[in-house]
């Protein structure tokens, strides 16, 4: 079992920047791969960024790409994702997720789900 905890989510405006965190704890010693998710009210969720547990390689989402950075800290066992030039868009509840595949870009390859955090961008 992994747990999962995100924070960092809040309020800012068009242009802005905001960084979210997920702390993981339990058995993360077999994840490959730890993504960030979003989804927005009547949207279905959509992949953001991941990177690899191991090696810290990162893939983006063409909606973030030159906008978002995702790294870790492993002796922490926590993610970090910012996202700089905000947009109305990127409004949405963020997911932190774990998955033991290298299927990094599907929901539905992940094993372990944070809460999620909200991130609101106004215009």
């Known amino acids: 079992q992994v747990q999962l905890v995100e924070s960092g989510g809040g309020l800012v405006q068009a242009g802005g920047s905001l960084s979210v965190s997920c702390a993981a704890s339990g058995r993360t010693f077999s994840t490959r791969f730890m993504g960030w998710f979003r989804q927005a009210p009547g949207k279905e969720r959509e992949f953001v960024a991941a990177i690899t547990w191991i090696g810290g390689i990162t893939f983006y989402a063409d909606s973030v790409k030159g906008r978002a950075t995702i790294s870790k800290d492993i002796a922490k066992k926590t993610v970090y994702l910012q996202i700089n030039s905000l947009k109305p868009e990127d409004t949405a509840l963020y997911y932190c997720?774990?998955?033991?595949?290298?299927?990094?870009?599907?929901?539905?390859?992940?094993?372990?789900w944070g809460q999620g955090t909200q991130v609101t961008v106004s215009s």
């Open positions: 997720a774990a998955t033991r595949t290298d299927k990094y870009g599907q929901s539905d390859a992940y094993d372990y």
